[in-house]
């Protein structure tokens, strides 16, 4: 059964920092590109960042180039989302997707709100 559980989302100040884990089961992991994406009430999921399976190689949104950065572990079978400097327009939940199966799979999202 494939599973990809999120967490480490919290409410955080404005400058403030957060990392946000995807632990995954179910699938052969390291060989799949993992992707996170972000979504607000009233807007589409939006691509946040994406990391390859071998070499690492990794691509961000406009929006987040310079203050957040994806990795993963292999050996844990779990991808990071480590977001710095973050702002109030941050603010949404956050997912992570493996694509697998027709339209990928995604987990069930964790909160991130950016407030004073």
């Known amino acids: 059964q494939v599973q990809l559980v999120e967490s480490g989302g919290d409410l955080v100040q404005p400058g403030g920092s957060l990392r946000l884990s995807c632990a995954a089961s179910?699938?052969?992991?390291?060989?799949?590109?993992m992707s996170w994406y972000r979504q607000v009430p009233g807007k589409e999921r939006e691509l946040v960042a994406r990391?390859?399976?071998?070499?690492?190689?990794?691509n961000y949104g406009d929006s987040v180039k310079g203050r957040f950065t994806i990795s993963r572990d292999n050996s844990k079978n779990t991808v990071y989302l480590q977001m710095n400097s973050l702002k109030p327009e941050d603010t949404a939940v956050y997912y992570c997707?493996?694509?697998?199966?027709?339209?990928?799979?995604w987990g069930q999202g964790t909160q991130v709100t950016v407030s004073s």
């Open positions: 990391i390859s399976s071998v070499s690492g190689s990794t």
């Open positions: 997707k493996a694509p697998w199966g027709k339209d990928g799979f």
């Open positions: 179910g699938f052969p992991f390291s060989i799949f590109p």
